[in-house]
């Protein structure tokens, strides 16, 4: 059995610089915000994997749907010699491809970026279990900072960036990073990316509304990575999660909205935040795409579209893009 290699690159000074820098200015900023990697710790990670799991959150069904539709003929058509997923999670979505890739004989590494270590771990155990000799590469790091980090191409390359998480982003960082991500492709090689469509307003609302407060429980986890990184007080029980979709925008805005007014104090950063209703902390987006809009993105990052999937019901779409 091959063994397991993961490096973290959370733990270093530049991780905290980077969270103290952009703390300070989203919430000096009009209205404050902060970026939604803070909703993602442990804990966090923990929680996102519960709400792809509830009957609200259309969006992992869907995917993984399409992923199972799809992964024979794409892995015969490209055959890969391996897969690297940002955003890896449970890496559970991900097994079609997998079952393809090692069917198919061609795939011999996966590499698993994301922002937990034990979550990381997890499903590299679980990887190396299910399919011998398969070689699995963690990376723990912010894809924002350590895209570098990627290990040199083992072969052919599938990357992945699935779930809608390129929507968390506003264009030109969409644009920035699909052009970072861009970098790591060889001619041959090719992205396969998830997006979230435009659909019934009550559809969107209600998958991050969800009956059981694991959404609100998962937002007000982003105060408690600040209190744990910068050595905070926030109450997160003090606050409430506001989630809506902005039909201007095409976005779900999800915000942390206090009861009454707040007092904070970040002491690692000398930072005292006051909050008072109605004011909001604005803790992520998530825009919803057309066929166009992608088409569009893609292009200004330099690349192209070379296949579209939709879901039925056009709930969900996978783009697969290369190098223009």
Not at 38 to 52: K, M, R, V
Not at 96 to 115: E, H, I, K, P, Q
Not at 122 to 134: E, I, M, P, T, V
Not at 187 to 215: C, H, M, W
């Amino acid at each position: 059995m091959a063994d397991i290699r993961i490096d973290n690159y959370l733990n270093d000074a530049g991780f905290f610089s980077t969270m103290a820098d952009d703390v300070r200015r989203g919430l000096a900023s009009n209205p404050k915000r902060l970026q939604p990697k803070y909703l993602y710790d442990d804990y966090g990670s923990d929680l996102f994997e519960q709400i792809t799991e509830l009957p609200e959150y259309y969006p992992m069904r869907e995917e993984g749907a399409l992923l199972n539709s799809i992964s024979r003929g794409l892995i015969a058509s490209m055959a890969p010699s391996e897969i690297v997923e940002l955003g890896s999670g449970s890496s559970t979505k991900t097994r079609a491809l997998l079952d393809a890739g090692r069917s198919n004989g061609c795939l011999t590494r996966y590499v698993a970026f994301d922002v937990s270590e034990s979550i990381v771990r997890l499903a590299a155990a679980d990887l190396l279990q299910r399919y011998d000799g398969l070689e699995v590469y963690g990376i723990v790091g912010d894809f924002h900072r350590h895209l570098d980090k990627i290990p040199p191409h083992a072969g052919r390359r599938l990357i992945l960036f699935l779930g809608g998480t390129l929507g968390n982003l506003y264009r030109d960082e969409r644009i920035e990073l699909l052009g970072q991500i861009r970098e790591l492709l060889a001619p041959d090689d090719r992205l396969l990316v998830g997006f979230d469509l435009v659909k019934d307003k009550a559809v969107i609302e209600a998958a991050y509304n969800d009956s059981q407060g694991v959404t609100a429980e998962f937002n007000k986890n982003m105060l408690r990575v600040l209190n744990n990184g910068l050595d905070g007080d926030f109450d997160p029980d003090a606050f409430e999660h506001y989630a809506y979709f902005n039909t201007k925008e095409s976005r779900i805005e999800m915000h942390l909205r206090p009861k009454s007014k707040q007092v904070a104090h970040l002491k690692k950063i000398n930072l005292t935040v006051e909050i008072t209703p109605p004011e909001t902390i604005w803790t992520e987006s998530s825009h919803k795409f057309t066929p166009e809009s992608v088409r569009e993105m893609l292009t200004a990052s330099g690349l192209s579209l070379r296949e579209w999937y939709v879901a039925p019901g056009d709930m969900f779409a996978l783009a697969l893009a290369g190098r223009a």
